[in-house]
């Protein structure tokens, strides 16, 4: 016996898709207006309006305060990135075609596929993956902005980072460069380097991929030609990451 929604539950159904609906567009206008004019430069007013509401009371009622929109933005970025980060570091035979491909690509850019070289090439291909719609794109101009924000210098996470993948990843990059890791097999010296300028170099890491990124964003929203073509052009941003990565120290 089947009994049908009572008035009340599908009243409660409209509110909640209703509510969702208007999460929604705070977050896309707010994608757009901190891609547009920056994370300190968008209004708050401005994301409201073009959200198509009439004050700031539904921003505060789903998102607290305009930082607690600009977190919901970078956590939803970071979750789409690290299910992508999951597929590209999965095996082979658990992560099928689109894991292979990622590691025969990371072999091809940095002449041997190291565990290192791996490890760069996934991160890359998983922040590409944002490249494919509008919201991702502006998602890649926004995280550019606060790329030296992450924290990984002095060890200390930014909240949307903490206990994640990418912090993981890192961590683990972080080591290779201050111990001259590589995976075996590698056939390179690589010099040890101090912690500190480890650190220093998986941020300058993160910044160098966020800016590539972010640039290749606003070049696909402007409809402007690429010179380099997508697997070129993230096959090459392999190796230059890699290169000064295992780049010799300061003597």
């Known amino acids: 016996m089947t009994t049908r929604p009572t008035e009340a539950s599908a009243g409660r159904g409209r509110t909640r898709t209703a509510a969702e609906t208007t999460r929604r567009r705070l977050v896309r206008a707010a994608e757009q207006l901190f891609a547009e004019h920056g994370v300190d430069g968008a209004r708050t007013r401005d994301i409201t309006e073009r959200a ?7 921003l505060h009622y789903h998102f607290g305060s305009r930082d607690g929109l600009l977190r919901a933005i970078l956590a939803e970025h970071q979750a789409r990135v690290e299910r992508a980060l999951a597929v590209r570091l999965a095996p082979p035979e658990d992560g099928g075609a689109e894991a292979e491909a ?7 850019a940095g002449g041997g596929a190291t565990e290192l070289t791996r490890l760069v090439a996934a991160y890359i291909e998983a922040e590409a993956s944002e490249l494919r719609d509008e ?8 995280v550019s902005q606060l790329a030296h924000e992450t924290g990984f210098r002095d060890g200390r996470p ?12 890192f961590t683990r990059v ?4 201050r111990t001259g890791g590589g995976g075996p097999g590698d056939g390179v ?12 170099r998986v941020e300058l890491m993160v910044m160098l991929v966020g800016s590539a990124f972010a640039d290749r964003a606003r070049h696909v929203q402007a ?11 993230r096959a090459d941003l392999v190796r230059v990451v890699v290169a000064m990565l295992t780049a010799p120290g300061p003597s």
Do not use: Y
Request: charged share 25%.
């Open 189 to 200: 010296r690589r010099a040890v380097l101090p912690d500190a300028l480890a650190r220093e």
């Open 223 to 233: 409809g402007r030609p690429r010179p380099v073509e997508g697997a070129a052009f």
């Open 102 to 108: 990622a590691e025969a690509r990371a072999a091809k």
């Open 135 to 142: 919201s991702g794109r502006d998602c890649l101009r926004i």
């Open 52 to 58: 198509g509401q009439a004050n700031s009371s539904a």
């Open 174 to 177: 972080a080591e290779l460069v």
């Open 158 to 169: 930014h909240e949307t980072l903490a206990g994640g993948m990418l912090w993981g990843v």
